[in-house]
């Protein structure tokens, strides 16, 4: 009798399982709605009537989206840019650095000379 019972309760257990998994799940993606919703200025399941900067238009987000994320990603793309100019500029130095410092071959020597005039010539132009 008590094998009977556990396995009913077993079965009863799973079934609870699965229920508040549905939930969980239903609860989740009602939260992300709302942060959607949020987030592109709308109120939950319906448009927030806004007007456009450009012309005084309501209703014309998605064009107006559209127009920030290109935006967004020029500001991006400028951000990189620079990054990848310091980086550079930071190797050149680190390059120079060890030419300089360690210059045991005849090549390497004139390289390091070349560099210190040049260093030299910045410093009397003020660069």
């Not at 806004?50 to 012309?55: D, E, G, I, L, Q």
């Not at 410092?101 to 410093?123: D, V």
């Amino acid at each position: 009798m008590e094998k009977k019972n556990n396995k009913n309760n077993k079965s009863k257990n799973n079934k609870n399982k699965k229920k508040n998994k549905k939930k969980k799940d239903k609860n989740k993606k009602n939260k992300n709605r709302k942060r959607t919703a949020k987030r592109t200025g709308r109120k939950e399941g319906r448009k927030k009537e806004r007007k456009n900067a450009n012309n005084g238009n309501n209703n014309k987000n998605s064009n107006n989206n559209n127009k920030n994320s290109t935006i967004k990603n020029k500001k991006k793309n400028k951000k990189k840019e620079k990054k990848d100019k310091r980086l550079k500029n930071r190797r050149k130095k680190i390059l120079i650095m060890k030419i300089t410092r360690t210059a045991t071959t005849k090549t390497a020597q004139a390289q390091s000379r070349t560099i210190k005039k040049r260093r030299k010539e910045g410093r009397k132009k003020g660069r």
